[in-house]
């Protein structure tokens, strides 16, 4: 029988004695029955134990039951008194165990008051799927919510002193991560109670926890989270979405049961749930999220439309425009810095690009210095000299030069050399320069 479910059945047949002088005899057998859920104790001339009562008799006639010295002594005391005790069947847990299980179980099923502060695009985003596994949901924001929070069932508050008195037993920070540390300045964290749960959902993460552990009396439990999603990508199902949390002070006990069933949340939801450490996932951040927004912000400013011909890897390109377009300016600022690391990205990023570019213009490059050393250099009088291929030194094609409007290769440095700040044309003459120096020596 698993210990979850263990049942109880035991069977006292008391036989009170004659000289009882008791009000209720007990000459009817008690059957216990006790599982993970409920439990109920019933005599069966319908004696049923209900009330104040029914704890205390639960304890008794369960210890009755468990400890077999008890049981003996007990028998061994209705037979002084004429009576009989008989225990026909005995298969229980440890009332202590079986305490712990059930209020553990109780705890599990119970609902959180969790109490966002920053009601914004992502607060507001949560707050709905929080709200649907029936937990009670407040809010605070700098701006009025009242009515937007009314209509999706949360109840708002304008005062940070009327949402604090509130007792959340969770505070979750939404805010823009710019905004956090005056924010959390300005909530009046003595009329929380002492055993509050902080809880933040930034996109950095080391930052959050130092403030916290900072500003935060050392009562208050801290747990950092970053769903790796928002509401463009989350719309849907969060099944296999990861979320990122790290406990960074969780007091035992009691306490640690608000971070799980916090936690519950986004794991009932499906959710990939990952324990990382706060340094660990703004390194790994930095090189995948602030990426992406920064790729998405510089392609959102190209203004990229549908074609009739889009290849997958174009649909994929307008979907991640899609994705960072809706998220505020504040929050990619914020992503770069609060993240130590995201100088170091975006610079290699910068590199990446440039290298790429020079490839493409070594190229070009190379063509262009072939003609110039043959003398073939193109001109806007005379395009026809221009070159569409030409054969290198190994005999291989060379790259095939474009030609525009019949104006030729010198109109297109020049359009290049503007688009991309390169003077390709100095360059040459330098490589020029260089190799006749070398020559004469
Ligand atoms: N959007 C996402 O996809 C996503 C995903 C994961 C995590 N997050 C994190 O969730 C948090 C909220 O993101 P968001 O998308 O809602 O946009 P956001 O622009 O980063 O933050 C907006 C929230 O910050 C508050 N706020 C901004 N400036 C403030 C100030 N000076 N004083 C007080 N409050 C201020 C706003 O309050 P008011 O509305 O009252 O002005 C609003 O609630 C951020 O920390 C972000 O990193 C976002």
């Known amino acids: 029988m698993e210990a979850a479910n263990l049942t109880l059945v035991a069977r006292l047949r008391l036989l009170p004695p004659q000289q009882q002088t008791k009000s209720y005899a007990w ?23 209900r009330g104040r009562f029914r704890r205390q008799q639960t304890r008794e006639l369960l210890l009755g039951s468990c400890d077999v010295r008890g049981v003996e002594e007990r028998r061994q005391r209705q037979r002084r008194r004429g009576g009989a005790v008989n225990v026909s069947a005995m298969d229980a847990a440890q009332p202590f165990y079986h305490e712990s299980t059930r209020s553990q179980e109780l705890d599990k099923n119970r609902k959180l008051k969790v109490g966002i502060v920053g009601f914004g695009n992502f607060g507001q985003f949560l707050a709905e799927r929080i709200l649907q596994q029936g937990h009670k949901v407040l809010a605070h924001s700098r701006r009025d919510y009242t009515d937007k929070a009314r209509k999706i069932g949360v109840t708002y508050f304008r005062d940070a002193d009327d949402f604090c008195e509130e007792h959340p037993e969770v505070v979750l920070l939404c805010t823009s991560i710019m905004s956090t540390e005056a924010v959390l ?31 935060l009396p050392p009562e208050f439990d801290v747990l950092c989270t970053h769903p790796m999603f928002g509401p463009e990508s989350g719309k849907g199902s969060w099944a296999g979405l990861p979320f990122v949390y790290d ?17 519950d949340i986004f794991a009932s ?53 899609q994705n960072t377009s809706g998220d505020s300016f504040e929050l990619y600022y914020g992503l770069f810095m609060y993240n130590a690391n995201a100088t170091e990205e975006l610079q290699r990023l ?6 790429t570019k020079k490839q493409l213009f070594g190229q070009l490059h190379n063509v262009l210095r072939k003609q110039l050393f043959n003398g073939e250099v193109a001109t806007k009088n005379n395009p026809s000299q221009g070159f569409k291929g030409s054969s290198s030194n190994n005999g291989s094609k060379q790259l095939e030069t474009p030609y525009k409007g019949g104006l030729g290769i010198v109109s297109n440095i020049d359009s290049l050399s503007h688009l991309f700040d390169v003077d390709i044309k100095k360059s040459i003459k330098l490589d020029k320069d260089h190799t006749s120096q070398s020559q004469r020596i």
């Open 27 to 49: 000459t009817e057998s008690c059957k216990i029955a006790a599982s993970g859920r409920s439990a109920s104790i019933a005599g069966s001339s319908g004696f049923d134990l």
């Open 185 to 215: 300045h300005s909530l009046p964290l003595q009329r929380l109670k002492r055993n509050t749960l902080f809880v933040d959902v930034l996109s950095v993460k080391e930052f959050p926890k130092n403030l916290f552990l900072k500003v």
């Open 247 to 263: 406990k960074v002070r969780i007091s035992n006990g009691r306490r640690s049961r608000s971070a799980d069933r916090f936690l």
């Open 269 to 321: 939801e499906g959710c990939r749930m990952v324990e990382m450490s706060c340094v660990e996932h703004d390194r790994f951040a930095a090189g995948s999220q602030f990426i992406t927004h920064t790729v998405g912000r510089v392609l959102g400013k190209l203004g990229l439309q549908s074609t009739p011909i889009n290849t997958k890897g174009y649909e994929t390109l307008l979907g991640l425009v």
């Open 350 to 355: 910068e590199v990446a690009f440039d290298s």
